[in-house]
C-alpha cells in the first residue's frame, strides 16, 4: 500500500517461476524468513476502531506489494489466472509496457489467495496486517510514525492527482519499523477476513494511489470489498509463518 525491485516478495516469485524451480519460498536466512520478506514480532493489541482484542503471532511479510510482472510469471506457470487482468482502463498494470514494477491490480479475493498459495504463502488476516502496518507495540498511526501524510507515500494527497499506481518501493520513507513498505497507500490490501458475517465481503487495509486525505490511509482504517470485486487501487501482498515456527506447526 515497497524496497527496491530485488526486495520484492513477489519479484522473488517471478524469478523462480522463470527458472522451473519449486514455488515454495526460499531458504529463510537466520530470522526464519525467506528472502523478499520482513519478520514481524507477534504481540497482543487493540484493533481499529472498534477496539477489538487481538493476538498475533510471529510472521514473515512481504517488503512490497506483489508486481505484475511477478503475478504474470505466475500466470505462465500455469498457477495464477488473468480473469479481466485488465479491468481498470489505465489504472491496470498487467502486460502493460513500464508499468512492471507496479503492483498488480484487478484481481480478485480468489485471486490473491491462489497467488500466495502458489508461492508457498497466505494472505495475511485483517489483524496481522495492522499489527505489522503499526509497527507491533509502537501503535504507530501510519507505518512511518506519527508525522502526517505528505511525500512518504503514493497518494493523492498535497495537491497530487494519480490516476495509476507508483513502482514499488518508491517511497521508502513510508516503510514500518522492519522496514515494510507502501503499506499505506498505492494499492489496498487483501486480508483473508470477513466483514460482513457471510464471507461476500473481505477487508482490505492500507488505503490506495486515489486517496488524498490522512484519514484514509492510517493503519487502523479498514476497508471492505466483495470478494468478487476487482479494481485498479487493489492488491496483494502475502505472508507467511516463520521457518522454525512452520516446523512446530507440522504434524
Known sequence: ???????????????????????????????????????????????????????????????????????????KAGKCTDTLANCAKEASTYGVAGKEKQPMVCVDFAQAEAYCAAQGKRLPRDDEWEWAARGGEEARPYPWGGEAPKDQLCWSGGGTVRKTACDVGSFPAGASPQGIQDLAGNVFEWTTSANDGKGKMRVARGGSWRDGIPPLVRTARPGGFEATYRCGFLGIRCVVEPAAQAAQQVP
Open 1 to 75: 500500500a515497497s524496497a527496491t525491485a530485488a526486495q520484492a516478495g513477489g519479484d522473488t516469485a517471478a524469478a523462480q517461476a522463470d527458472s522451473g524451480q519449486a514455488s515454495a519460498p526460499a531458504v529463510p536466512p537466520s530470522d526464519g524468513c525467506p528472502d523478499g520478506m520482513a519478520r514481524v514480532s507477534g504481540g497482543s493489541f487493540v484493533m481499529g476502531p472498534l477496539k477489538v482484542k487481538a493476538t498475533v503471532a510471529d510472521l514473515c511479510m512481504d517488503r512490497t506489494e506483489v508486481t505484475a510482472e511477478a503475478y504474470a510469471a505466475c500466470v
